[in-house]
């Protein structure tokens, strides 16, 4: 019996993807280790809800059912003994777990024949000593490891620690001590996983809290970062002593952040078909729902997609620009139409006028070649047409220009006035996220009773303007408080005042499409990290690396990897766009499937990992700079956050923040 992480860890000389890691480790250093020369090959996985979302995140059934596992159980569900089969255990190191496992493998009729248990982190001393006390169950016991994972990989470069409540629970209702330290040390245990996995040694970089004299909630609020990063390298830096290999030195950056850095990137139209997906089509995560002609000639079938790495034509689309995207699909359609003699023929029978792509999609979806590949580009040419026919019919390419413009300084209040007046059939959603826009970049705007007569023009309710108000909260503290009419203050979202200035194009990009412009401020934060540039008085490191270790030289060939460009003077957005959506027939490096392909060729090549957490949920668009960067900056850029957030789910988090706050005093709106 063993008890430490597994030696057989993908760490080393290897270099692989994160997800592929975590796959790894799951199937071969848990499920084909457990095993003995006297055992049958199949093998029962039994697991908890939170270790099952584990494996659900990583693995399939199939890869599964191809390590011996002949059935999964649940650990909290009567189950059937099958005294001849060995079984493992994957759950966390908890109390109830530990006691339902004891009674599961103790007494003279045991469930199974012996027990492989393994724990998703760090097991209390306690707890171990209560399973040893066990002597009947001892020898039973064939593994007892920590296998220390517990995130979930929802993306080749992104994890989440799947806590969606989180943003409630450390900036809304803090009075609420135990559930705020509850979730803070979930997360921190979560994330320390993932050095764990990756044997990785993070220099611990976060936001700290500006100086404030406010309510002692603020400053709370402001201390989550530090709180978190204190905790994330307590649990690290243990690992060191107790995970056999792990680097003595930092090989990696981390950087803690929270939603206060961008406002805007969660709420404004992200114009990639990733983005307009899930902001426009009400997916169900990354399930997509749509109708396919029934076998039996019957009524239409309802069949279930899912938008995810597996498909070649999302991975190489998701994130291009939506018109990109579509001319994509068009050319992939008249591509095979041109080389398939039936189509031609299909085609020769028209009458010679041009053929748009759902013309081709239904002439190719005739054919008798109908292939699986080509039906994946049906689909995308469902879903593209979808979004592109939301767009007309809700003028959603005025109100994203109008976005991009308050943004970057060339839109104020005259149009944006303009808009709420003749517009009036834009959707509330739409209209609190542009009015959101509009009080980060021109809070003066929401002073007095401005904020009230804003609400009464978009037609909104105090419901709706509560998420407004709500952003405060995230903002953190302003260095002074300005006194308006009735005791109220003014809306105030950070330290400066917003300049209203025209921003310049960054050297050497150029916009390829409308509305590419905006960028998250992540994508600024990652640079600036890479280049050891970030602000001292912004930020901090737990554990201020060696001048050696600075930089983002690579683990692989103690080589410097090359830094980036000088950066542009400090804005709220410089006006760029993104040089990754270039000609459709390039293959610059920047899409997802080329970024995975350049980073599994050129391993030796790669510097030092980079882990960027963001507390309080993830956009889409920040996902996309990782892995813009990651090409970039030669460099695997990690995104972990506590949840992956559409628009809406954003607005009905931000709206519930403060239903129980029972200290909120009113801001400019005169609303609580």
């Not at 019919?393 to 944006?416: H, I, P």
Request: hydrophobic residues 35%; proline residues 4%; neutral net charge.
């Amino acid at each position: 019996m063993s008890f430490s992480d597994s030696e057989t860890s993908s760490g080393g000389s290897e270099y692989k993807p994160f997800r592929q890691i975590s796959r790894d480790r799951l199937l071969y250093e848990m499920l084909r280790s457990a095993k003995s020369p006297d055992s049958k090959a199949w093998k029962v996985l039994i697991m908890d809800k939170v270790t099952v979302k584990v494996m659900s995140h990583s693995c399939k059934m199939a890869d599964i059912t191809d390590q011996e596992i002949s059935l999964v159980e649940d650990l909290f569900r009567r189950r059937q003994p099958l005294p001849s089969l060995d079984a493992v255990y994957f759950m966390q190191p908890s109390k109830e777990n530990v006691v339902m496992f004891l009674s599961d493998m103790s007494g003279r009729e045991p469930l199974y024949k012996k027990a492989y248990v393994f724990f998703s982190s760090p097991i209390p001393k306690e707890l171990v000593n209560h399973i040893k006390s066990d002597t009947s169950v001892l020898p039973r016991i064939g593994a007892l490891r920590e296998m220390n994972l517990e995130y979930f990989p929802i993306d080749s470069q992104a994890f989440t620690t799947d806590q969606e409540t989180a943003m409630e629970e450390l900036y809304g209702n803090i009075e609420n001590t135990r559930r705020f330290n509850t979730c803070l040390n979930n997360m921190a245990i979560r994330i320390a996983t993932v050095f764990a996995s990756l044997k990785e040694l993070p220099c611990v970089w976060y936001r700290t809290a500006k100086e404030s004299d406010e309510s002692t909630a603020t400053a709370i609020r402001e201390l989550v970062p530090t709180k978190l990063a204190s905790a994330v390298w307590d649990m690290v830096s243990k690992y060191k002593s107790t995970i056999p290999n792990f680097p003595q030195t930092e090989t990696c950056d981390m950087l803690i952040v929270d939603r206060s850095i961008d406002q805007i990137a969660p709420v404004i139209h992200e114009w990639t078909y990733d983005a307009m997906c899930h902001d426009l089509l009400n997916m169900e995560g990354d399930k997509y729902m749509h109708e396919v002609p029934s076998k039996t000639g019957g009524d239409p079938e309802i069949k279930e997609v899912l938008l995810q790495d597996h498909d070649l034509v999302w991975l190489e689309l998701r994130h291009t620009h939506i018109a990109d995207a579509s001319e994509r699909l068009h050319d992939k359609f008249t591509t095979f139409v041109s080389k398939n003699k039936a189509a031609q023929l299909q085609q020769s029978a028209r009458d010679g006028s041009e053929l748009s792509t759902r013309d081709l999609q239904k002439m190719v979806q005739a054919l008798p070649q109908y292939t699986e590949q080509v039906e994946k580009i049906s689909l995308h040419v469902e879903i593209a047409g979808k979004i592109n026919k939301i767009i007309r019919e809700t003028d959603l390419r005025e109100l994203g220009q109008l976005e991009q413009d308050l943004v970057f300084g060339d839109a104020g209040a005259k149009e944006v006035i303009s808009f709420l007046r003749i517009k009036q059939n834009t959707t509330p959603e739409y209209k609190l996220r542009l009015l959101m826009i509009y009080a980060i970049v021109y809070p003066e705007k929401f002073e007095g009773d401005k904020a009230s007569k804003l609400m009464q023009l978009a037609k909104l309710s105090p419901d709706d303007m509560k998420v407004i108000n709500n952003m405060q909260l995230l903002a953190g503290s302003s260095n002074k408080k300005t006194s308006t009419g009735g005791g109220s203050f003014s809306l105030k979202f950070n330290n400066q005042k917003t300049k209203h200035a025209a921003r310049k194009d960054r050297n050497g990009e150029e916009e390829t499409w409308q509305l590419f412009r905006f960028y998250p401020m992540l994508e600024e934060l990652i640079e600036n990290l890479n280049k050891n540039e970030l602000s001292k008085t912004e930020y901090s490191c737990k554990n201020e690396p060696s001048p050696s270790n600075a930089k983002g030289g690579s683990v692989r060939n103690n080589q410097q990897t090359q830094t980036a460009p000088t950066a542009a003077p400090h804005s709220m957005r410089s006006r760029r766009t993104a040089n990754w959506g270039r000609s459709r027939s390039s293959d610059d490096g920047y899409s997802s499937d080329s970024t995975l392909k350049n980073v599994i060729t050129d391993f030796k090549k790669m510097g030092k990992r980079i882990f960027v957490f963001i507390i309080g949920g993830a956009t889409r668009s920040e996902l996309r700079v990782c892995h813009k960067l990651t090409t970039k900056l030669k460099r695997e850029v990690i995104l972990g956050t506590t949840s992956m957030d559409d628009p809406p789910q954003y607005l009905t988090k931000l709206k519930l923040l403060c239903d129980n706050n029972v200290n909120a005093q009113p801001n400019g709106f005169g609303i609580y």
